[in-house]
């Protein structure tokens, strides 16, 4: 197999069996079954503090928030929150396990494009550290609720600075047709500061722009950089706007398959400083905080599942159809976006590959499919199917399609196994279910 699919604490152990976290995948199937999600915790810290370190070994101020909606729970905050990081959150029930895992409220930024009466006003109660604002509708609530509370709230300004990333359509956010932020380029930003200006509890701490996700270069985060900067400019000028916070976002690559080649963090990180220092200077701006999200960035490559493997289908001349105990339910990322993984058999990882397969789920759609054209050693019926990169928006968009219920999440570190969330039951599946008669 090829080695750069082993990150963090990966390795192939003495027994030819995928190891993570010191512990054997296999004891791990044994002790909780398949399909389950394993995460390499030490790998996260380990990531969360290079892109912290990254911004301290430049003197730049700076804060680093982990996007949750990439993989939201309680244990996962808890690790977040010792490791000093920042939150996004995006919907009450994530602030709500932000709450009940006690995440120091002035680290947490509200973000969320529809944010309910309910929602903000939680956030208000919470006093979190700021709302990301997304829309007029949005800032005149939070002007409502912070005046009737006379609460003061800090807010960054969500804007959309007109810049693609490259990559697949449905995860870019910055280009000017999209259902986020305020258009920088056709006066909506504009007027939002503007009407900030009369709302005497909220404070406009500075700008907040997310280009999109699994991003491989550094040129959309300057152009996105660029074109914030030279507005803020102007509105310096204007309303004597002063940028304190400039929030690019998140998006860093990260390696699904061997074709993927994700930049070091810190290649992204001293670009983005670079930039943002450069372009100051040049515009007379003083230099602003640099705020980052990354999500995925932080926990997929540091996940992956373990599938158990049933029935086959071939089709001669065609091609062969392997079938796994979950799919899209655990993973709809292939189905929703055409996303590619890669696997091993973890019970016999470098044993030689003489087939291609294609991996299916077992929900009861032709498009439930985790990886076309995958090789492998002739299967067997009971392998243990390793997808790689499986920790970002795996557990995260898991459903209950067709009643099966979502696998359970465990941490391992040094050895030791953590069960961070239990495997739903079928009595789960019905606990707000009321029989008819
Ligand atoms: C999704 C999202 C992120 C995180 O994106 P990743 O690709 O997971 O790093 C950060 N900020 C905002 C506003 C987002 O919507």
Redesign the pocket.
Known sequence: MDERLLTGTMKINEKNHLEIGGVDSLDLVEKYGTPIYVYDTLYIKEKARAFKAAFENRGVAAQVAY?S??FSCLAIYQLMAKENMSL?V?SGGELYTAIKADYPSEKIHF?GNNKSDAEIITGLDYRVGCF?VDNFHELNQLNKFTSIRKQMMNVLIRVTPGVEAHTHDYIS?GQNDSKFGFDLTNGQAEMAIELTRKMPFINVMGLHS?IG??IFETEGFNLAIDKVLNKAKEWKKQFDFKLKVLNV????GIRYTTEDEPLPIETYINTIIDEVEQVSKELGLEMPEIWI?????LVGDAGITLYQTGSQKEIPDVRNYLAVDGGMSDNIRPALYNAKYTGVFANRVSDQTEKMYSIAGKCCESGDMLIWDLPLPEAQTQDILAVFSTG?YGYAMANNYNRIPRPPVVFVENGVDFLAIERENYADLMRLERSLI
């Open positions: 996007a909606k990439a996004d995006v973000h990301v956010t997310h996700s699994q976002g998140g998006g860093f999200e990354p999500g995925r960035s970002a």
